[in-house]
């Protein structure tokens, strides 16, 4: 299996499933769809951004293909995913912030069971790039 797309559809999947976890607890908590609920995940994914900075991210080539470091490289992104889907339903009720939450998340674990698919259609545009 090609290790390179498979990194980048397990890092796709860590954004979208820290989006949505953003949104289900923000939802849980009981917090709507507003300016100030997109100004905190702003804020957190700049607060994630600053300490994955700070994180020593030496991916070796024997690391597993979720290793912690790599991981921490990209989660900071997943709060920003989460402030533009609260940015784009604004005035969203607490249960409906909860949704699209678990509706990211869903789109996070599709990018995940896709990966299969994802090598089939690489590996048949490699054959058909080789003739």
């Keep these: ?12 999947t860590v954004v979208l499933l820290a989006g949505g976890l953003c949104l289900v607890a923000a939802g849980t908590a009981g917090v709507t769809g507003s300016l100030a609920l997109v100004g905190a995940l702003v804020l957190v994914g700049v607060a994630l951004y600053l300490v994955s900075e700070r994180v020593d991210v ?18 900071w992104l997943g709060p920003f995913l989460a402030a533009a ?13 909860q949704a699209l939450g678990g509706l990211v998340g869903l789109v996070g674990m599709c990018n995940y069971f896709l990966r299969p698919f994802y090598h089939l259609l690489h590996g048949l545009a490699r054959r058909v790039r080789a003739l």
């Design 85 to 97: 889907v609260a940015g784009f339903y604004l005035g969203a009720t607490a249960g409906e912030v």
């Design 58 to 75: 030496v991916a070796a080539t024997d690391a597993p293909a979720l290793d912690p470091r790599v991981v921490l490289m990209d989660i």
């Design 1 to 12: 299996m090609d290790r390179g797309l498979d990194e980048v559809v397990m890092r796709g």
